[in-house]
Structure formats: C-alpha cells, structure tokens
Nanobody, 124 residues
C-alpha cells in the first residue's frame, strides 16, 4: 500500500521560512518523480514544484521561483520543500504527490498517489 505522509507545516510570519517534508512508503521511491502542490481555501489545487527521479531536474511555479527549493533523499524515501521569504498568499494546504512515469510534471493528472496534506499558514 502506497503512503505519502507530509509533515512540517505550521504558522510562520511573513518573510519567514519553513520546511515541509513527505515520507513515502510502499513504492519504489527512486523510480518516481515527485511533486508538491498546494490548495488555498476556495481555490483549485495548484502546482508548486517537481523533481525528477534522481533529483537532477527541478521545476517551479513562477509564483515560488527563487523562494522555494524542492529536494529529495532517495535513501530515506523523502522529498522536501524548503520555503523562504514566505508571503501570506503562500497560505495553503501543501500536498506531495508521486508520478509513476518518472517524469517531473506540473500537471495534477500526471500524479498517481497523493498525501493527506499539511497546513502552512503565513501571517501578515
């Protein structure tokens, strides 16, 4: 059974930093591209960042480029999202997801498994 479990969310002031992580189990982690998405209240789930199987390729949404960094540790079956210079508009539930075809993507439909999400709240 595939499980993706996010952790590390919380409340942070604007301009602050936060790191969230996602622990994967039940899948050959190093074969999967991984992605982070977020969903704010009343809005659709949107792409944040993605990383290739080996970690050599990363892509970001324009809204987070230069502020967020995605990384992975295949030995630990974990993917991370380091978030710096946080803004109130970054407030959302953050989800990690895995893509079985191994290709990093900004499309929700490319991902097969999703975690339950972790809340990130940025106060102004």
């Amino acid at each position: 059974q595939v499980r993706l479990v996010e952790s590390g969310g919380g409340l942070v002031p604007a301009g602050g930093s936060l790191s969230v992580s996602c622990a994967a189990s039940g899948l050959a982690f190093s074969n999967y591209a991984m992605g982070w998405f977020r969903q704010a209240p009343g809005k659709e789930r949107e792409f944040v960042a993605t990383i290739s199987r080996g970690g050599g390729l990363t892509y970001y949404a324009d809204s987070v480029k230069g502020r967020f960094t995605i990384s992975r540790d295949n030995a630990k079956n974990k993917v991370y999202l380091q978030m710096n210079s946080l803004k109130p508009e970054d407030t959302a539930v953050y989800y990690c997801a895995s893509a079985a075809d191994g290709e990093p993507s900004n499309q929700k439909d490319s991902y097969d498994y999703w975690g339950q999400g972790t809340q990130v709240t940025v106060s102004s």
